[in-house]
């Protein structure tokens, strides 16, 4: 441990973790101490035990917020997927976990293939700044995108609205299905979320620390003994390295 790792990923002597709350997969539940659990939280635990500091949980509603504080002290570690435009201002782990994200169509929709949602008039609701929205505002040639914010408020956009489809993390929609009657979730996915460990843009010694650890969890079984302690299992894949 060299003191510039310890300056730039603990400079108040706490690791802050950043954490999306949007993300329930990630995190799952809370402590007998009404903190933040899950494998995300858990990463950051761990990080600071090896670190040999204390540790907080900083609590965000959204992944937009997280990298819209980037570089301003208000966290540590930032556990967002990884993205292009975000690391314009944070530098990212390779994904620990991964997460497919599809699509969501009504009863009765004609759209049976990931690539048939592409076309002109199909209006799709999307949790707005999420790491699939803003992969889908690169990609997508023709389908409008109709944000909104959250999960939930996508779900309520898509039903009240009676838009085409809905974009989103497999395992969220597949909860949401079930109350749409006559929905279906697409084979495959647009893209898999890679869900990764951020720090602050420039911070080479922090991030070669961070990076170094997301690996050797991978390869350790760590990571993967944390989707099976808060059961997630078949809903989160370990990272590919």
Known sequence: ????????????????????????LLNTSTTTDGEPDGVASDMGRAIAEKLGVG???????????IADTAGKD?????????EPKRAEVIDFSAAYVEIEA??????GSLYNT??????EGIRIAVSGRSAYDLYLSQH??????????????????????GLEALAGLRPALVVESSNVPGSKILDGGFTSVQQAIGVTKGYTAAAEFVAAFVEESKAN????????????TGRLSVGSS
């Open 140 to 161: 997508l040639n023709n389908a409008e995108l109709v944000r909104a914010q959250g999960v939930a408020g996508a779900v309520e956009l898509f039903k009240n609205e």
């Open 1 to 24: 441990m060299t003191p510039e790792v310890l300056a730039q990923l603990a400079p108040t002597g706490t690791l802050r973790v950043g954490l999306n709350m949007a993300n329930n």
């Open 74 to 82: 208000g966290w540590d570690l930032g556990m967002i997927g990884a």
């Open 114 to 119: 990931i690539d048939e949602i592409d076309q």
């Open 102 to 107: 599809t699509y969501l169509v009504p009863a």
């Open 55 to 65: 540790v907080a949980m900083v609590q965000y509603a959204s992944p937009g917020e």
């Open 221 to 232: 079984g760590f990571i993967a003994s944390l989707i099976e302690k808060h059961g997630v």
